[in-house]
Structures are given as C-alpha cells and as structure tokens.
C-alpha cells in the first residue's frame, strides 16, 4: 500500500503484466532489497526486508489456484514462507520452477524438492541443499532426490536425465551485475516452456546473464526471445 507497491504495480501493468491475483496490503510496507556493490558491479552485501511475503498464504494462492494451474509454468522463489511453497509443491499441476535464494532461506524446499522441475541455486546454496561440495556431484544428487533439471550457477551448469554439461560463459562487457542472475532464471524458465532441452536453456541462460551486466539498468531493455537463440 505504499509509493513503492504502487510504482511496482503501475509499472508492471504499464509491461502488460496481470496483477489482478496480487494481494495488496495497505498497511504493510513494501519488500526492500538494499546492496552494496564494489567498483566492478558486483555485490559485496545485501539486506532484504521481505516480510510482507508473509501475506502470500496457502488460503490466498488456494483462492488463485485454478488461475495458476492455467499458466505454463509456476516459478517460486524461497521468500515465500515455508507453509506456502508446500501448498503450492502439494496442489500445483504445472511445471515448478524455483531460485532457491540464499543458503538459509534454500532449506526450505528440502521438503519438497522431489515436486520441482527445474532449481537455480548457486554453488553454495547447492553445497547446503545437497551435502556435496563438487558442482557435478550436488547436480547427481538434486536429480537423485527428484529434480527434473538442476541449473547451478558455475558459467551454467546443467544436468537433466539426459546427462551433465557446462554452458560457457558468453563474452561481455560488465558494467553491473545487479539482475543476471533472475535474468538467467527468467531464460531458464522461457526456454523449458518453449520445449527446449536442458542444454539450450543454459545457452539461454549465459546469453540472458550476459545481456543484463552490460546494461546499467537492472532490466535490460535489449533482453527479449530473439536475443537468446
């Protein structure tokens, strides 16, 4: 209900987005994500405020439920509240997509891990989900433990039923980093609803992370389908 929950509505209608299911609540404040980032763009500290995700409650997306189970695709990430995300990995039809978020926060799909199609963690938020240090073994281990596509962030590590690669970093300019990796997220999940294999979604992944840390913004306007392909 505040300035900033209405800029983000008006701007993500003025995209063509749908905010009809968005739960707005008048007395709460906005999610704040603050970070510090070093002289190359990258982050050296954040501090999140995410508590209004607390709003989004297994009563509010049962009453969404049929809308959801409508869309290609459902992709959650683990500000969500633990009750939520095993609603959503209980009652959902489509494909699940998930960012596990940071390391504490990752343990919370443990449970349900068996339920989602496709996970982006970093190395080490698949070192804590998993127990395994190397890359390739905690892919082994996701796809053990249910993951239908496992997607860590190494240059772009996939690994699916039909086996285990590396997608190469694409050349690029950096001028911010803010963004690269929910751009990846958004190429990963583009790409599975398109019907692509594990592999070219991790090619659309490195070429997505690469378009958005050439841009000063963290959306880059140049990201769209053809620049992926």
């Given at each position: 209900g505040d300035v900033y929950g209405s800029s983000l509505m008006d701007g993500c209608r003025s995209l063509g987005m749908d905010m009809s299911m968005a739960r707005v609540e008048p007395q709460r404040r906005s999610s704040t994500y603050l970070y510090v980032t070093d002289e190359m763009g990258d982050m050296c500290v954040g501090i999140a405020d995410m508590d209004i995700a607390e709003c989004v409650t297994p009563e509010h997306l049962a009453s969404?439920?049929?809308?959801?189970?409508?869309?290609?695709?459902?992709?959650?990430?683990?500000?969500?509240?633990?009750?939520?995300?095993?609603?959503?990995?209980?009652?959902?039809?489509?494909p699940i997509y998930s960012d596990p978020v940071s390391t504490a926060k990752a343990m919370k799909l443990l449970p349900v891990l068996d339920r989602i199609y496709a996970l982006k963690p970093n190395a080490l938020e698949a070192r804590y989900l998993t127990g395994e240090a190397e890359p390739e073994k905690a892919a082994e281990r996701f796809l053990e433990m249910g993951v239908k596509r496992v997607f860590i962030s190494l240059g772009m590590l996939y690994a699916s039923a039909d086996g285990i690669g590396r997608a190469p970093c694409c050349p690029a300019n950096m001028i911010d980093a803010t963004g690269a990796g929910d751009a990846a997220m958004a190429a990963i999940v583009w790409g599975g609803t398109q019907g692509f294999s594990a592999q070219k979604c991790a090619a659309a992944a490195t070429k997505a992370g690469a378009i958005t840390v050439e841009c000063e913004f963290t959306n880059s306007p140049d990201l769209c389908p053809q620049a992926l392909i």
């Open positions: 969404c439920l049929d809308r959801i189970n409508s869309a290609d695709a459902l992709v959650l990430d683990t500000n969500l509240s633990a009750e939520a995300i095993r609603f959503l990995a209980a009652a959902c039809t489509v």
